[in-house]
């Protein structure tokens, strides 16, 4: 049976995550701002939670229709067979989101679709399910326009970003998925040499490391639609086997890493070593413009400080200069990438950009600057 699944993900990744998804046998992949739309059977669907990199999550479309109000969507969602879905002892949590919805609270139509769901549970099954908002068995994911209403069910649980060992207490700038996009569009690939010199708590060199060695990145944690009644545990079981199967050690490290806060490292150590990948990375604690390139070439990346404060933005407008004259000095042949929010850094680092590609952050819009440090015609000095 073809079931159609919606799966979000960072702004800027929706053609990266189509291409993804095909490979990973999805029919009809559909992209619109946010996120692809797509179809496929119930193992495809285990198949995306387990082994995409791009996704957030794999929301099941269990329903669409129009509205006018609230008691539309109660309707709608009263409509639908739950109980042949999950069961009514399962935990229950109503997500809504909505895009120039006429309706004023987002509030009240998260309790109608509860009152819709409970209902049905209470006319088949003789009583309802219960909620819990922090840790639910099952959670339903509505979607409201100015005129219609889609229901899901997430088949992820917990968000696809939380990958399952990664567990240093240091707050993180970029989510996983992102990390993993932003890999895909500097060119890189497994084989290459890679270089985050600025690696905080190591989330490029994680996500890097594991497609190197080709492990799925939900291969640590559960899923969402294990608590569903199409799941099938013997099925899963195998699928999952297979695709741990493909890990590949490699025996030569090509990841390099390198933070000015000794804590840094640590945390991307014990994170690295967490996911049972400290072996396949480098790292230590250093100035970045007192550090020679790792390699005569390779693929730089790295999410670098952006100013807050006023005192944070007047040193960065310094900064920029010295990285610039950095890469010119010290990575001729590399291919340089920066992820920033900061209009500031393009126009300082006196280097001219080959590429600039919008991305999403959370709700940070940044760029993701490419340098290709080649020396000629596209190398131009800095001028003040």
């Known amino acids: 049976m073809s079931n159609r699944y919606f799966s979000p993900c960072p702004r800027g990744l929706e053609t990266l995550l189509v291409e993804e998804l095909r490979a990973l046998g999805a029919s009809e992949p559909e992209q619109v701002p946010g996120g692809v739309a797509f179809a496929g059977d119930w193992p495809l669907c285990w198949k995306v939670n387990l082994e995409s990199r791009l996704a957030t999550r794999v929301l099941w479309r269990v329903a669409h229709g129009p509205y006018r109000n609230e008691d539309d969507v109660l309707a709608l969602a009263r409509?639908?067979?739950?109980?042949?879905?999950?069961?009514?002892?399962?935990?229950?949590?109503?997500?809504?989101?909505?895009?120039?919805?006429?309706?004023?609270?987002?509030?009240?139509?998260?309790?109608?679709?509860?009152?819709?769901?409970?209902?049905?549970?209470?006319?088949?099954?003789?009583?309802?399910?219960?909620?819990?908002?922090?840790?639910?068995?099952?959670?339903?994911?509505?979607?409201?326009?100015?005129?219609?209403?889609?229901?899901?069910?997430?088949?992820?649980?917990?968000?696809?970003?939380?990958?399952?060992?990664?567990?240093?207490?240091?707050?993180?700038?970029?989510?996983?998925?992102?990390?993993?996009?932003?890999?895909?569009?500097?060119?890189?690939?497994?084989?290459q040499v890679l270089f985050d010199p600025m690696c905080g708590s190591g989330t490029l060199l994680l996500e890097a490391a594991m497609m190197a060695q080709d492990i799925p990145p939900g291969i640590g944690r559960d899923f969402g639609f294990e608590r569903l009644a199409s799941f099938q545990p013997g099925q899963w079981k195998r699928q999952r086997a297979m695709a741990e199967q493909r890990r590949r050690r490699g025996t030569t490290v090509q990841l390099f890493g390198g933070d000015i806060d000794p804590r840094q490292i640590a945390a991307t150590q014990a994170n690295l070593q967490a996911a049972g990948?400290?072996?396949?990375?480098?790292?230590?604690?250093?100035?970045?413009?007192?550090?020679?390139?790792?390699?005569?070439?390779?693929?730089?990346?790295?999410?670098?400080?952006?100013?807050?404060?006023?005192?944070?933005?007047?040193?960065?407008?310094?900064?920029?200069?010295?990285?610039?004259?950095?890469?010119?000095?010290?990575?001729?042949?590399w291919n340089c990438h920066f992820l920033t929010a900061d209009p500031q850094m393009a126009k300082k680092i006196g280097l001219k950009a080959s590429r600039r590609t919008p991305l999403m952050n959370g709700d940070l819009e940044c760029r993701l600057l490419e340098y290709r440090m080649i020396s000629g015609s596209l190398r131009k000095p800095h001028q003040d």
């Open 277 to 333: 990948v400290a072996e396949a990375v480098q790292c230590d604690a250093g100035d970045f413009l007192d550090r020679a390139a790792p390699a005569p070439e390779g693929v730089l990346v790295c999410n670098p400080p952006y100013g807050v404060r006023l005192d944070e933005a007047e040193a960065l407008a310094e900064w920029y200069p010295r990285l610039g004259d950095h890469l010119k000095q010290a990575f001729s042949g």
């Open 79 to 191: 409509q639908q067979p739950w109980e042949r879905w999950f069961a009514v002892d399962n935990t229950l949590r109503i997500h809504v989101t909505a895009i120039r919805s006429p309706l004023k609270s987002l509030n009240y139509v998260t309790l109608r679709i509860k009152d819709g769901i409970c209902d049905r549970f209470r006319e088949t099954r003789g009583k309802r399910p219960s909620i819990n908002t922090e840790r639910p068995d099952v959670r339903v994911r509505a979607f409201l326009t100015a005129e219609t209403c889609t229901l899901y069910v997430d088949t992820s649980g917990e968000a696809l970003t939380r990958r399952g060992f990664k567990h240093a207490k240091v707050e993180a700038p970029l989510k996983e998925n992102l990390a993993a996009g932003i890999l895909l569009l500097t060119g890189w690939r497994p084989g």
